[in-house]
T-cell receptor, first 112, second 115 residues
Framework: DTGVSQNPRHKITKRGQNVTFRCDPI?????LYWYRQTLGQGPEFLTY????????KSRLLSDRFSAERPKGSFSTLEIQRTEQGDSAMYLC??????????FGPGTRLTVL | AQSVTQLGSHVSVSEGALVLLRCNYS??????LFWYVQYPNQGLQLLLK??????LVKGINGFEAEFKKSETSFHLTKPSAHMSDAAEYFC?????????????FGKGTMLLVSP
């Protein structure tokens, strides 16, 4: 399967803990995006990378959130000191430049 | 800033009936427009997109959409609904100060198909 993969698919954590998610994009894609989707809402843009460079960050990406793409391949999204409001589906997508974005299955985070 | 409004959080149709899902957008630049479908516990799959050129766009699974600049609309249609079409549908727009990189989504419309 050469699609976008995300791990883990589900994560349950207690408030205050740190969590990290991983996204592996389609291999030839140079752009990687992170979105957050809460219940009853459409996905909301968080940040994106072109190769290793983080080119844009949304105001939604508070100081507790950090994303990296160290070698221009996979990316990680870390949330520090999780809050119940962080409970959501975190979606990763990849594309070649500004062409069609292909989405992964998402990581569902539940903060207790 | 860009925005998308999807009218109706839920739309119910009978199998074989016309499907019409409404989308209106706001954009300060010529928009690129997209429709995505999301099945339970899955990621989003692109149904169709409009960038430039022909305003009637055909996508997968028999869906199509028409870009109407004067109405700022990009409604999704399918002549005959199938049970397998039951899913959530999202309209999205790109374009603006950041270029055409990021997508702004509507809140989604859940399509329910009854036998």
């Amino acid at each position: 399967d050469t699609g976008v993969s995300q791990n883990p698919r589900h994560k349950i954590t207690k408030r205050g803990q740190n969590v990290t998610f991983r996204c592996d994009p389609i291999s030839e894609h140079n752009r990687l995006y992170w979105y957050r989707q809460t219940l009853g809402q459409g996905p909301e843009f968080l940040t994106y990378f072109q190769n290793e460079a983080q080119l844009e960050k949304s105001r939604l990406l508070s100081d507790r959130f950090s994303a990296e793409r160290p070698k221009g391949s996979f990316s990680t999204l870390e949330i520090q000191r999780t809050e119940q409001g962080d409970s959501a589906m975190y979606l990763c997508a990849s594309s070649f430049l500004a062409n069609e974005q292909f989405f992964g299955p998402g990581t569902r985070l539940t903060v207790l | 800033a860009q925005s998308v409004t999807q009218l109706g959080s839920h739309v119910s149709v009978s199998e074989g009936a016309l499907v019409l899902l409404r989308c209106n957008y706001s954009s300060s630049v010529p928009p690129y427009l997209f429709w995505y479908v999301q099945y339970p516990n899955q990621g989003l799959q692109l149904l169709l997109k409009y960038t430039t050129g022909a305003t009637l766009v055909k996508g997968i699974n028999g869906f199509e959409a028409e870009f109407k600049k004067s109405e700022t609309s990009f409604h999704l249609t399918k002549p005959s609904a199938h049970m397998s079409d039951a899913a959530e549908y999202f309209c999205a727009v790109s374009g603006g100060p950041s270029g055409y990189s990021t997508l702004t989504f509507g809140k989604g419309t859940m399509l329910l198909v009854s036998p």
